[in-house]
Nanobody, 114 residues
Framework: QIQLVESGGRLVQAGESLRLSCAVS????????MGWFRQVPGKNREFVAV????????YYTDSVKGRFTISRDNAKNTVYLQMNSLKPEDTAVYYC???????WGKGTLVTVSS
């Protein structure tokens, strides 16, 4: 069974940067489309970014374009989310996702203070 383990979240100040990681096991990582989603308590989980199996195509939600970068290392079975110029509205639990399936890890909390 596939496992998704997110890490890297912490408390930062507005304008700072953070890199999230998601380690994947139990499946052929290099065949997966990988994504990042986020959720604020009381709100729906929302799409953040996605990357195709070979990293050739990426797509971002408008609110993070130009600030966040999704990448992957197929040799390490890991997908990353580099987050720059963080804003308080980026505060959320961040989850990685594979193939847009409704399957989630525990997530990692990012808190951005103003």
């Amino acid at each position: 069974q596939i496992q998704l383990v997110e890490s890297g979240g912490r408390l930062v100040q507005a304008g700072e940067s953070l890199r999230l990681s998601c380690a994947v096991s139990g499946y052929t990582f290099s065949s997966l489309t990988m994504g990042w989603f986020r959720q604020v308590p009381g709100k729906n989980r929302e799409f953040v970014a996605v990357i195709t199996w070979n990293g050739g195509t990426t797509y971002y939600t408008d609110s993070v374009k130009g600030r966040f970068t999704i990448s992957r290392d197929n040799a390490k079975n890991t997908v990353y989310l580099q987050m720059n110029s963080l804003k308080p509205e980026d505060t959320a639990v961040y989850y990685c996702n594979y193939n847009y399936r409704n399957y989630w890890g525990k997530g990692t909390l990012v808190t951005v203070s103003s």
